[in-house]
């Protein structure tokens, strides 16, 4: 069972392989990488967030599955305390770092890289469960992770990112599933001998062919990003230490929390998903708009990516084994 995860994490793993390998023959440049970075998460992802939404969720449904949210805040929290617990064990001379530090192990990639892995395991519905989760980890990124990048400050301008693009996508798709269900589907009762039934499934056939580039083009930025790094960003006791509580310890914790609550199986087995995933693929970004170190995110990100080609296998087959 681990080689078979193994095997397709690895794969998966390949699209960052691409990434890097563009960026060293200099078929991408920096400046790329933003304005890519920057489509993605002004027009892809919202694009499968809507029509996932939409198509695999009803009223019903979205109540059933308040966990999702709720877990994922719970994991990112778990990360916070274990690492609050652990920065006062290092000694760190920069300010920046050990806010950074925190951070990395807040923040785990809780959307782009549990994408492929939830679509390989469970199909659309699962994808649809993973996204809707994100709603959560939305929330803490956006106080308490703002809060612990900017030394304890929670700055009045970083709430505007609670409606952030992805986050309207989400309301947007919920509002979508409520009218549906109070003026009844598109395709029944007085729409049904209108266009709009056709109008509305090609509309959301379009998102949806156009959101599935989403995960492709992130691990490929993923890649990219963290090309120009030098060994000297990857062999620290500070990238190891994290490494230790970002791959092992933080989802131990936080697997052993969930397997606690009374939540579905259904609905536990995503959340243990995004529970073991490694630092966030957006901590780069958000470092650099908040005055941060940059390069300790970006080194985080791609050593515990690389890391996680092996401890991912080793969880799945831990937990569905």
Sequence with gaps: ???????????????????????????????????????????????????????????????????????????????????????????????RRKNQFVFQSTVNNYS?????????????????????????????????????????????????????????????????????TFFGNPGAGIFAETFLPDAFAAFIDMLSIFGGATIPLAMFLAGSRGADLKPKHFFTLHQTALVILRLLVIPAVAAGILYALPFPWELKRILLVVAVMPSAITSVMISEVYGSDTDFAASSVLTTQLCSIITIPIWLTLFFG
């Design 112 to 180: 782009f890289l549990p994408l492929p892995i939830v679509l390989m395991l469970w199909g659309d519905e699962g994808v649809a469960r993973l996204l809707f989760s994100t709603l959560g980890s939305e929330l803490v990124l956006w106080t308490l992770g703002v809060f612990v990048l900017t030394g304890n400050k929670l700055r009045r301008d970083s709430l505007k990112h609670l409606l952030s693009v992805p986050i309207m996508a989400i309301f947007a798709a919920v509002l979508v599933i409520f009218l549906r």
């Design 1 to 95: 069972m681990f080689l078979s995860f193994f095997i397709r994490v690895a794969a998966i793993f390949c699209m960052i392989g691409f990434g890097i390998l563009a960026k060293k023959l200099k078929l991408i440049n920096s400046d790329a990488t933003t304005q890519l970075s920057r489509l993605v998460t002004f027009f892809f992802l919202p694009s499968l967030i809507f029509s996932s939404l939409v198509e695999n969720f009803t009223p019903r449904t979205l109540l059933a599955n308040w966990s999702l949210p709720a877990g994922s805040m719970l994991i990112l929290i778990t990360g916070y305390l274990v690492g609050v617990l652990f920065v006062h064990l290092l000694k760190f001379n920069d300010r």
